[in-house]
């Protein structure tokens, strides 16, 4: 149980184009999903929080209206990349936690490589 | 908000040895603890983690990781490693009351056969 995925797990995208990514908890109901990003050899770091239905809370740093983040559903939660740059190729995770997980507990996605041209 | 450290940036071994990878974290309440696992070209796996209770926490794949709250560490262990344990290990931290982890610089692990 506690199934997360990604899609698309990668994308390629020229420069000024926007990207969507979604995430989905494909067993359970999340309440709450997460949004990383993760550099080549470093660590996650955390760019913004969701509850469903209301709007993500994003890490000081984090451009708002660059990275939108809608959580419609508790199955579902979306990443755009608007006006996308090459300094925004990575790799975006996502995370949920829900009613059927352990509390505190988070459930990665398998992640999507981002490639801006 | 909390950090987290770890103390070995890689580590290489070789098969047979022990592992030990070191975490701490600055956080003075209550915290739920967890040590995730990324194997090359996949994504993260939960190892262990821990909430409360037994401070010697077991996990999947032989790993177990000791919880000393006078040290504010959460040290990872697994006695004997092997060469499909190549993987980049992250430690991470919440406090008791938030979702939100805070993460490691993660150490990379290369095990030779």
């Known amino acids: 149980g506690a199934v997360v995925s990604q899609h698309p797990s990668w994308v390629i995208c020229k420069s000024g184009t926007s990207v969507k990514i979604e995430c989905r908890s494909l067993d359970f109901q999340a309440t709450t999903m997460f949004w990383y990003r993760q550099f080549p050899k470093q660590s996650l770091m955390l760019m913004a929080t969701s509850n469903e239905g209301s709007k993500a809370t994003y890490e000081q740093g984090v451009e708002k209206d660059k990275f939108l983040i809608n959580h419609a559903s508790l199955t579902l939660s979306t990443l755009t990349v608007t006006s996308a740059h090459p300094e925004d190729s990575s790799f975006y995770i996502c995370?949920?936690?829900?009613?059927?997980?352990?509390?505190?507990?988070?459930?990665f996605g398998p992640g999507t490589r981002l490639t801006v041209t | 908000a909390q950090s987290v450290s770890q103390h070995n940036h890689h580590v290489i071994l070789s098969e047979a040895a022990s592992l030990e990878l070191g975490c701490n974290y600055s956080y003075g309440g209550t915290v739920n603890l967890f040590w995730y696992v990324q194997y090359p070209g996949q994504h993260l796996q939960l190892l262990l983690k821990y909430f409360s209770g037994d401070p010697l926490v077991k996990g999947i794949k032989g790993f177990e990781a000791e919880f000393i709250k006078s040290k504010f560490s959460f040290n990872l262990r697994k006695p004997s490693v092997q060469w499909s344990d190549t993987a980049e290990y992250f430690c991470?931290?919440?406090?008791?009351?938030?979702?939100?982890?805070?993460f490691g610089a993660g150490t990379t692990v290369t095990v030779r056969a």
């Open positions: 991470a931290v919440n406090a008791g009351h938030d979702y939100k982890l805070s």
């Open positions: 995370s949920a936690s829900g009613l059927t997980g352990e509390s505190y507990e988070q459930y």
